[in-house]
């Protein structure tokens, strides 16, 4: 018999128990964002690391474990947002950008480095016949929209429910809706910003997540309209939702008949095979984005996919149609890093961390079953989250309901055990991480859950 979840609605300043061990462990990541405040709005530049009462100020990453700046020596299941999949400087990375550091950081002329990558990347994933590298995921998606809306001559992009982008104007929309934003299978389209562009609003359909047939309805409503349907295989910031196949399947068949660009956003879920998700789920989009990871740790973007798409970016036979310029575009220490990463994430390599990554969800789910909590693990490949919710999650409205403060607990929680997770429940296992450390992770999180579920008694 499962527990509800009690008592904690609200996600921090409630004086817990463990939010005063979490403070007596960090007073000078404290210091530090006292001090940040003065000259950073929220002490820091990325708003997705904030969480109450202050978050974590690191300082060392070395294979799978990380530091903070009190010396807190933690097990690392985040690894910068799934970014260091390999984990906190693996040697053959650093011996590469070590190299390129010596050659040269950036230059006004393209690389060999650029031209390895982008046929490592083409030759790995076959819908991508040509590429771009750009500095972040957001550029990637913004492009690969962009060029949908050349190529099509049509203002619109479709995008689901809960899927993260990246920080453009047209896709931060409906990101994380607060609560039941218009009817399930069809959803309203909120701004996940203030500030956006007028009228980005107006051309962005929200679609249902795993939903086909209401998301057909809506594609084939505006599908005059719109220029690409854009998604994740596997919905990551919501919390690492796998697409059912027959939901991608739809959408690449209704696009492929309405003329529409199809988008997949491969920034988190790459990673899920040797040719990314969309080789896992056997479908193929038009265009690919692509970040994270394949910087390994270092900015890098890219999107690619149709030659005849992505010809739009051609100067060769004049001018560029569709400039594509940025200072560090194809940055090389980036390409080095990631190149690196690439050779060293084989197929082999993605397998034993695929079964790391199912045995780790395995044994969080009995935990909370052991303790008697509620809650969904949900993942795919070596990607994980947390939802502290009774019901089975298969779209981003399914976890609007779960406790916050639960999760949070969670995660303060665990990182008084040594063990660090993304804040929203969301996490990742690396190469560096073995069977130990995932026992170890599982270990922790009994621990927790067993202080939980005191609590609930
Ligand atoms: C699926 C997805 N797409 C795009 C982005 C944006 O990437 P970046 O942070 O490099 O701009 C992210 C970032 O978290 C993401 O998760």
């Known amino acids: 018999m499962t527990k509800p979840w009690t008592g904690s609605s609200a996600s921090s300043g409630d004086g817990s128990d463990v939010e005063r061990l979490y403070r007596s462990l ?54 910068n947002h799934t970014s260091l999949v390999l984990g906190y400087g693996h040697p053959r990375v650093r011996e590469a950008v070590r190299d390129q550091l010596d050659r040269g950081t950036c230059f006004p002329g393209a690389t060999a480095l650029g031209v390895r990558m982008a046929k490592l990347l083409c030759d790995r994933i076959p819908s991508v016949e040509r590429v771009r590298f750009t500095n972040s995921g957001t550029e990637a998606v913004m492009y ?43 959803p309203a389209a909120v701004p996940a910003s203030p500030g956006l562009t007028p009228g980005a609003l107006g051309t962005t359909v929200v679609l249902p997540f795993n939903e086909a047939e209401a998301a057909a309805r809506l594609i084939e409503q505006y599908g005059e309209q719109l220029a690409a349907v854009v998604v994740e295989p596997v919905l990551g910031s919501a919390g690492m939702i796998p697409a ?31 040719g990314g998700a969309q080789e896992h789920f056997a479908v193929s989009p038009d265009l690919t984005c692509l970040g ?24 060769s036979g004049g001018g560029p149609r569709m400039p594509h310029p940025g200072s560090y575009n194809a940055n090389p220490v980036s390409l080095a890093g990631g190149l690196a990463t690439l050779e060293v994430l084989t197929g082999e390599a993605i397998g034993g961390l695929n079964a790391r990554g199912a045995r780790l969800r395995n044994r969080m789910r009995a935990a909370f079953a052991e303790a008697g909590l509620p809650a969904q693990v949900t993942g795919l490949g070596s990607l994980f989250a947390i939802h502290p919710v009774a019901h089975p999650v298969r779209a981003y409205r399914d976890t609007i309901g779960a406790d916050a403060g639960c999760r949070h607990r969670i995660f303060l929680g665990l ?29 922790a999180l009994r621990t927790v859950l067993e202080g939980l579920a005191h609590r609930t008694r």
């Open 26 to 79: 960090t007073p000078t990541s404290h210091e530090y964002f006292l001090e940040g405040s003065r000259y950073l709005p929220g002490a820091d530049s990325r708003s997705t690391l904030f969480h109450l009462p202050y978050p974590l100020v690191l300082s060392e990453g070395h294979g799978c474990r990380v530091s903070d700046v009190d010396g807190n020596e933690l097990l690392d299941f985040t690894g």
């Open 415 to 443: 990182f008084t055990e040594g063990v660090l997770i993304d804040p929203r429940g969301v996490g990742c296992v690396s190469t560096a991480a073995g069977e130990a450390e995932v026992d170890r992770f599982t270990g």
């Open 144 to 186: 690969a929209v962009r060029a949908a809306r050349a190529f099509t001559g049509r203002p619109g992009v479709a995008k689901v429910e809960g899927g993260y982008h990246g920080s453009w104007d047209d896709v931060m929309v409906s990101t994380r809706p607060a609560g039941q934003a218009g009817d399930r299978v069809r």
């Open 292 to 315: 994270k990871l394949i910087g390994g740790g270092f900015p890098l973007g890219a999107f690619g996919g149709r030659g005849d798409i992505m010809a739009l970016f051609d100067p």
């Open 244 to 274: 059912d196949r027959d939901y991608l399947v739809m959408l690449r068949e209704l696009t492929a008949r309405l003329g529409i660009v199809l988008v997949f956003d491969e920034v988190v879920s790459f990673r899920i095979a040797h």
